[in-house]
C-alpha cells in the first residue's frame, strides 16, 4: 500500500521540486498540471493554455521544464498516477475537503463539476466524433453496451433505452466470469458501446480482444482510458468524472448517454416511435390503465 501511494505522488513530488525556478506564467501551467489532471489530459495544448492563462508554448515549455520531452510523455505520466487508483475512502475524503461543510456547499460545488463535463461535450469536436458514433450505433446489426460497477447501471440504461427504440441492444454490465456467457454475443456487424475507467480491468481487455476477433468496432466512453487503449477504438468520447483521485461523478456520461438515446430516435424516428407505440400497447395488455396513453395520436 505504501507503495502504491508513494507512486501516486512522483509526478506531483516533481513539480513541486522545480515549480520555485519556473517563470510565473509556467507555474501557473505547473498547478494546472496538477490540480486539473484529467483536463491535462483531455485537453489540446491551445486549450490547457487557455484554461491555464498561458500561451501554448508555455504549456510545452512548462512541460519540458518538468522533465518530459513533450506534452504527450507528460500526459503518460499522468496517466499512471491516474491509474493508481486510490480507495473509495480516500477518493470521498478528497472530495469533501474541497466541497465545505455546508449542503449548500456540496450542491455548488458538484454542480460546477457537472458544468465542466458539459463544457467538455459542447466542443466541436467532441459533437463530429458524436456525429460518427451516432452512426456507428444506428447502422449496427446489434449493440452491445459494457460497463461494471456503477457504470453497470448506466450500461443497463442504455441498454433499455435502446431497445425501446427499436435497436437491439445487449447489456455487458455483469463483471468476472459472469460476463462470459454474454461476451458470446457480440458477432460480426456488432457494434460495442464502452463506459470503461483506468485501471484497465481485464473485464475490458477481454472485450476488446473479443471485439477484435470479430471485427466489431469499439466505442469507448472514458476520461483516463483513451491514451492506454490508442488503436484499439474506433471512437473515444472522453467525458470527465469530476476532478482526480475525488469522487467519480456520471452526470456528464448520463447526459452523453441521453445524448446517443436522442439522437438515434431523431435518425430513425419512424422506427424509433413505432417502438414506443408497440412498447405501449404491451403495456396495457398487462395494465388496462396504460391504453389511455401512447406517443402519439394516430391520424
Same mark, same amino acid.
Given at each position: 500500500?505504501?507503495?502504491?501511494?508513494?507512486?501516486?505522488?512522483?509526478?506531483?513530488?516533481?513539480?513541486?521540486?522545480?515549480?520555485?525556478?519556473?517563470?510565473?506564467?509556467?507555474?501557473?501551467?505547473?498547478?494546472?498540471?496538477?490540480?486539473?489532471?484529467?483536463?491535462?489530459?483531455?485537453?489540446?495544448?491551445?486549450?490547457?493554455?487557455?484554461?491555464?492563462?498561458?500561451?501554448?508554448?508555455?504549456?510545452?515549455?512548462?512541460?519540458?521544464?518538468?522533465?518530459?520531452?513533450?506534452?504527450?510523455?507528460?500526459?503518460?505520466?499522468?496517466?499512471?498516477?491516474?491509474?493508481?487508483?486510490?480507495?473509495?475512502?480516500?477518493?470521498?475524503?478528497?472530495?469533501?475537503?474541497?466541497?465545505?461543510?455546508?449542503?449548500?456547499?456540496?450542491?455548488?460545488?458538484? @454542480?460546477?463539476?457537472?458544468?465542466? =463535463? #458539459?463544457?467538455?461535450? *459542447?466542443?466541436?469536436?467532441?459533437?463530429? !466524433?458524436?456525429? $460518427?458514433?451516432?452512426?456507428?450505433?444506428?447502422?449496427?446489426?446489434?449493440?452491445?453496451?459494457?460497463?461494471?460497477?456503477?457504470?453497470?447501471?448506466?450500461?443497463?440504461?442504455?441498454?433499455?433505452?435502446?431497445?425501446?427504440?427499436?435497436?437491439?441492444?445487449?447489456?455487458?454490465?455483469?463483471?468476472?466470469?459472469?460476463?462470459?456467457?454474454?461476451?458470446?454475443?457480440?458477432?460480426?456487424?456488432?457494434?460495442?458501446?464502452?463506459?470503461?475507467?483506468?485501471?484497465?480491468?481485464?473485464?475490458?481487455?477481454?472485450?476488446?480482444?473479443?471485439?477484435?476477433?470479430?471485427?466489431?468496432?469499439?466505442?469507448?466512453?472514458?476520461?483516463?482510458?483513451?491514451?492506454?487503449?490508442?488503436?484499439?477504438?474506433?471512437?473515444?468520447?472522453?467525458?470527465?468524472?469530476?476532478?482526480?483521485?475525488?469522487?467519480?461523478?456520471?452526470?456528464?456520461?448520463?447526459?452523453? @448517454?441521453?445524448?446517443?438515446?436522442? =439522437? #438515434?430516435?431523431?435518425? *430513425?424516428?419512424?422506427?424509433?416511435?413505432? !417502438?414506443?407505440? $408497440?412498447?405501449?400497447?404491451?403495456?396495457?395488455?398487462?395494465?388496462?390503465?396504460?391504453?389511455?396513453?401512447?406517443?402519439?395520436?394516430?391520424?
Amino acid at each position: 500500500m505504501a507503495d502504491k501511494m508513494q507512486k501516486s505522488r512522483i509526478f506531483e513530488d516533481r513539480v513541486r521540486g522545480v515549480i520555485e525556478t519556473l517563470a510565473p506564467a509556467e507555474q501557473r501551467v505547473a498547478r494546472f498540471f496538477v490540480d486539473q489532471k484529467q483536463a491535462a489530459l483531455l485537453n489540446s495544448a491551445a486549450e490547457i493554455a487557455q484554461l491555464a492563462g498561458a500561451s501554448d508554448a508555455t504549456v510545452v515549455r512548462t512541460a519540458r521544464a518538468l522533465g518530459f520531452e513533450n506534452l504527450s510523455t507528460l500526459r503518460v505520466a499522468l496517466l499512471e498516477e491516474l491509474t493508481g487508483a486510490p480507495s473509495p475512502g480516500t477518493r470521498m475524503q478528497r472530495t469533501l475537503a474541497e466541497t465545505g461543510n455546508q449542503a449548500s456547499d456540496a450542491l455548488h460545488h458538484v @454542480i460546477g463539476m457537472h458544468e465542466q =463535463a #458539459l463544457d467538455v461535450l *459542447r466542443r466541436e469536436e467532441f459533437a463530429a !466524433s458524436f456525429e $460518427r458514433c451516432v452512426d456507428r450505433l444506428a447502422n449496427a446489426a446489434r449493440r452491445h453496451v459494457f460497463g461494471i460497477g456503477p457504470s453497470g447501471a448506466v450500461a443497463d440504461y442504455a441498454s433499455l433505452q435502446f431497445n425501446r427504440i427499436g435497436l437491439p441492444t445487449n447489456a455487458l454490465s455483469a463483471s468476472g466470469i459472469a460476463l462470459a456467457d454474454r461476451l458470446l454475443w457480440i458477432g460480426k456487424g456488432d457494434v460495442v458501446l464502452m463506459i470503461a475507467y483506468a485501471p484497465l480491468y481485464r473485464e475490458v481487455e477481454v472485450l476488446i480482444e473479443q471485439a477484435g476477433k470479430h471485427e466489431v468496432p469499439v466505442i469507448l466512453i472514458s476520461d483516463d482510458l483513451g491514451l492506454s487503449l490508442d488503436g484499439k477504438v474506433a471512437e473515444v468520447l472522453p467525458v470527465p468524472r469530476g476532478n482526480a483521485g475525488h469522487l467519480a461523478m456520471h452526470a456528464g456520461t448520463m447526459v452523453l @448517454i441521453e445524448s446517443l438515446i436522442v =439522437a #438515434l430516435a431523431a435518425k *430513425r424516428k419512424d422506427a424509433a416511435i413505432d !417502438s414506443l407505440d $408497440r412498447l405501449s400497447r404491451l403495456r396495457g395488455a398487462i395494465d388496462k390503465t396504460w391504453s389511455k396513453r401512447g406517443t402519439r395520436k394516430r391520424k
